[in-house]
T-cell receptor
C-alpha cells in the first residue's frame, strides 16, 4: 500500500499570497487526487492529476486559483493562489493503489492552512 | 452524481458499548466502499475496504457490511474504547481511477 507524505503539514499565510503544497508517494501511481476539507465539513474533490497531462478540475475549482503540477508518477504539487480567509482548510492528496483487499485509496496526512 | 449520507452526525456512548454507524448512497452501481477514521486536524486513516462483490469485511473490533441493492453500509464497532473517539467517514468509489464520494461523517465520542 502507498505511503504518502505532504509538505508543509501546516501554515499560516496572509491574504493575497500563494502557498504550494507538495505531495510525495513512495511508489509510482497513475492517479493522484487533491481534496479540500473546510472546517467542520467533509472532503470535496478539487482535481484529479495525471502524469503528463493537465489536471481535471471539479465544478467550482479553476486552474488559475488552484494550479497543479504532476511532473512524475510519485510527486504532485497544489498551489493555492491569491489566498483569502475562505481558503482556510485542510488540503489532502490521495492516490489509488493496490492494497491487501484490492484497489483502494490512501491519503496523506494533510496540510492545515490558515489564511489571515 | 453519487450522494453519500451518514447517520447519525454525532454520537456519544459510554466505554464498552457496541455501536453502529450508518452510511447510505444513492447509486448502487459502486466499485467499492471505504470507511476512514479522522482524528481532529489530521489526515484520513483507512479502516476497511469493501469491494462491490463483497458483503462484509472485518478488522479487529470493526466490522463493515455492504448491501448494494439497498444502498447501505454499516460500520459496527464492538466494545468501544475512548481511543475510538474520532470522526468516521464513509466514502464510495464509482470506478477504478476515480475519486471517492464522501459522506459528512459521524463524530464519535466514547466516554470513560
Amino acid at each position: 500500500s502507498a505511503v504518502i507524505s505532504q509538505k508543509p503539514s501546516r501554515d499560516i499565510c496572509q491574504r493575497g499570497t500563494s502557498l504550494t503544497i507538495q505531495c510525495q508517494v513512495d511508489s509510482q501511481v497513475t492517479m493522484m487526487f487533491w481534496y479540500r476539507q473546510q472546517p467542520g465539513q467533509s472532503l470535496t474533490l478539487i482535481a484529479t492529476a495525471n502524469q503528463g497531462s493537465e489536471a481535471t478540475y471539479e465544478s467550482g475549482f479553476v486552474i488559475d486559483k488552484f494550479p497543479i503540477s504532476r511532473p512524475n508518477l510519485t510527486f504532485s504539487t497544489l498551489t493555492v493562489s491569491n489566498m483569502s480567509p475562505e481558503d482556510s482548510s485542510i488540503y489532502l492528496c490521495s492516490v489509488e493503489d493496490f492494497g491487501e483487499g484490492g484497489n483502494e485509496q490512501f491519503f496523506g496526512p494533510g496540510t492545515r492552512l490558515t489564511v489571515l | 452524481k453519487q450522494e453519500v449520507t451518514q447517520i447519525p452526525a454525532a454520537l456519544s456512548v459510554p466505554e464498552g458499548e457496541n455501536l453502529v454507524l450508518n452510511c447510505s448512497f444513492t447509486d448502487s452501481a459502486i466499485y467499492n466502499l471505504q470507511w476512514f477514521r479522522q482524528d481532529p486536524g489530521k489526515g484520513l486513516t483507512s479502516l476497511l475496504l469493501i469491494q462491490s462483490s463483497q458483503r462484509e469485511q472485518t478488522s479487529g473490533r470493526l466490522n463493515a457490511s455492504l448491501d448494494k441493492s439497498s444502498g447501505r453500509s454499516t460500520l459496527y464497532i464492538a466494545a468501544s474504547q475512548p481511543g475510538d473517539s474520532a470522526t468516521y467517514l464513509c466514502a464510495v468509489g464509482t470506478a477504478s481511477g476515480y475519486a471517492l464520494n464522501f459522506g459528512k461523517g459521524t463524530s464519535l465520542l466514547v466516554t470513560p
